[in-house]
């Protein structure tokens, strides 16, 4: 048969039918929790103070089991309402209130702006949407439109349908509880791409996510967000769990920065549970995409760290427990899933990015930290928001970098941001907002690191099996004739001693804690060798200080290697239980590479070196093998006839 040439211009519409819909449907939206959370965005918009998810459930078979499944979700609000000619745009990609200008509810409220939310989340999850809308008298006014992606006649025209007066179903009116003299029923079923099917799992996936999105609405009184499930048959009672409670919950603010009172966090030993640290303000003149105009913009900066008592935990006692308990109970596990930079865009979360978390959040300190970056609308094209409102694209991208990763030839970083500035300026911004939020984590890092718990209660067992084979080695090397500095001054007066080592600890600005575990290590246990930490802005990997016949090894805890090779291993003590196999290999392999970088770097020196100091480096080296060689032969080795520790010093 010939070719059909049919050149009908019905045929070339810019969406092509069956084929476009589906393509629609796989983009953009993470899971139903993310839809619920469009249409709960346009409910706000709307001065909606009620927003209720409600769902219909149907008995089913499933694997030879009779089960209860989720049938139809609806979305019921208070607000606005619309009326006939914007209930029928409400449904048509990129046809809402902000393309044509018009304004919508509150200001304060108004999160929308690409008008593809209703439809594009709607057929993410379901092939058929109904809408009944009202602007006053009641839901007995309501007008209602649809469209079906099952209806072959429907995707011909790909039209939606003009308004016409019909009943709400009793379903829905027996399910929901929030009928306003104006507002709107949204309505999914056909429910194929929706891949929770329990009310239950819809609320374990949703609360979390729905809750952090709008924590500022809830929290503040703006709006509240229940849920429900009816049963689909009537009499469309309420839905009961095994144990007979009805089926409906109420949404609570989940803030990741734990700094609101009226939100959710699994019961913390205070409310709030963390304290703010940094607020700041970013100003940048951006042009408008629009006209070119250049409007100031305001981008915040806001961070929080656990309170002392939030670590510690419920039961804590330092007398009792060697480290932190907080980690373990439920709002440590809570904030464990909150770990991340929150991007906020008009007061509603865009998303929780765990790209700025160090080793993916498996470190246990990454939950105690919370950081916000919020912006207005007008940062829109500057850091790329994506029309779901899921992402800041540009943000997500410079997360891992920094200003060199951009250097061309042999720039220097300040060259970088001058020509950045001239030739990217959404780089330039995206990187300087990047460059400040880690600078000020670094500093709640380092804080966080330095005050755990476990440092100030727990550092002797630490590094005890060190310690022990250290002062084992030294001892025996003594005995043998080889003397050090160290061995010139002994113990006699251990009060004596405690005091002159307590007056050398302050002077060199340790804190009360750090000096009490060096006397315990030095004084009482007797060590020759002591392993501490301390932040030295230098580049060596450590310092060897002597102290009252001892040695103290300080390791640089701003030097990269500490945190690869001594922090995240030590923090295994805090959250081994939490781990994986495949978290724990991972970790003792970058631990592992570490260490190889170290040697690496060293014989990059002695290539470096002059003759002169290559003869000295090499003959050091030697020598410090043969002495690592004998310590370390200590660990395996038992203390049988030696003297304790503490004995060869005194």
Not at 407 to 419: C, I, L, M
Not at 619 to 626: A, L, N, T, Y
Not at 629 to 640: S, V
Request: proline letters at 2%; one cysteine or more; a negative charge.
């Amino acid at each position: 048969m010939p070719e059909n040439n049919n050149n009908n211009e019905d045929d070339f519409g810019f969406v092509a039918g069956a084929q476009a819909i589906d393509s629609l449907r796989k983009s953009g939206y993470k899971n139903l929790a993310y839809a619920l959370g469009e249409l709960v965005d346009n409910s706000i918009q709307e001065d909606a103070t009620r927003v209720e998810i409600l769902t219909t459930e149907l008995q089913q078979m499933v694997s030879r089991r009779v089960m209860w499944r989720v049938h139809e979700i609806g979305i019921l609000d208070n607000g606005n309402g619309m009326d006939a000619l914007r209930l029928r745009r409400s449904l048509r990609l990129g046809d809402g209130d902000a393309q044509r200008n018009q304004d919508r509810g509150g200001a304060n409220k108004q999160m929308g702006k690409f008008g593809v939310g209703l439809p594009q989340a709607s057929i993410s999850q379901c092939k058929r949407v109904e809408i009944w809308s009202w602007t006053s008298g009641g839901p007995s006014n309501a007008l209602w439109t649809y469209i079906d992606l099952d209806d072959k006649e429907w995707l011909k025209k790909l039209t939606v349908p003009e308004p016409v007066a019909k009943k709400i179903p009793s379903k829905w009116t027996k399910a929901g509880t929030t009928w306003g003299d104006s507002g709107t029923l949204i309505v999914w079923s056909n429910l194929d791409r929706c891949t929770w099917r329990t009310t239950s799992s819809i609320y374990k996936n949703s609360q979390f996510l729905i809750g952090r999105m709008y924590r500022y609405h809830i929290a503040e009184g703006d709006v509240e967000v229940t849920m429900k499930s009816v049963e689909e048959n009537t009499p469309h009672h309420v839905r009961t769990d095994k144990d007979g409670a009805d089926l409906k919950w109420t949404i609570y603010g989940n803030d990741p920065l734990y700094l609101l009172e009226n939100t959710f966090a699994e019961n913390p030993p205070e409310n709030p549970a963390f304290d703010l640290v940094h607020d700041e303000e970013l100003k940048f003149s951006v042009p408008d995409p629009k006209s070119g105009t250049l409007n100031e913009e305001v981008v915040n900066l806001k961070f929080s760290m656990a309170k002392a008592t939030t670590r510690q935990g419920h039961g804590y006692d330092k007398n009792v427990h060697s480290q932190g308990l907080g980690g373990t109970q439920p709002h440590g596990q809570h904030a464990k899933k909150n770990i991340g930079v929150s991007i906020v865009r008009e007061r509603r979360e865009l998303e929780l990015d765990r790209n700025w978390s160090v080793g993916a959040g498996n470190q246990a300190w990454e939950r105690w930290w919370g950081a916000e970056i919020s912006f207005g609308r007008g940062m829109d094209e500057t850091f790329d928001v994506t029309n779901n409102k899921q992402h800041a694209q540009a943000l997500n991208d410079v997360a891992k970098k920094d200003w060199m990763y951009f250097a061309e030839g042999d720039e220097k970083e300040d060259e970088v941001k001058d020509r950045l500035m001239e030739e990217d300026f959404s780089l330039f911004v995206c990187m300087t907002v990047r460059s400040r939020v880690y600078e000020i984590l670094s500093s709640i890092r380092g804080t966080l690191t330095s005050s755990s718990v476990q440092k100030k209660a727990d550092r002797k067992k630490r590094h005890k099996g060190a310690e022990d084979a250290a002062t084992r080695a030294i001892n025996t090397r003594a005995k043998a004739g080889h003397v050090g500095e160290s061995d010139k001054e002994k113990v006699e007066d251990k009060g004596e001693a405690s005091k002159k080592l307590t007056k050398s600890l302050e002077e060199a600005g340790l804190d009360k804690d750090h000096i009490e575990f060096l006397q315990g290590q030095i004084i009482d246990a007797g060590y020759r060798t002591v392993f501490s930490e301390r932040k030295v802005d230098t580049s060596a990997f450590f310092s060897v200080e002597k102290e009252i016949g001892s040695l103290i090894v300080y390791l640089n805890a701003n030097h990269k290697a500490y945190n690869l090779l001594f922090q995240a291993l030590d923090d295994i003590e805090l959250d081994d239980d939490e781990l994986t196999t495949d978290q724990l290999k991972e970790r003792a392999l970058v631990s592992h590479q570490a260490l190889k970088l170290i040697l690496a770097a060293w014989a990059r020196c002695e290539d470096e070196a002059t003759d002169a100091e290559q003869i000295e480096m090499q003959e050091m080296r030697r020598k410090w093998g043969r002495l690592s060689n004998q310590f370390i032969g200590e660990l395996n080795r038992a203390d049988t006839k030696d003297a304790s520790p503490g004995q060869a010093n005194t």
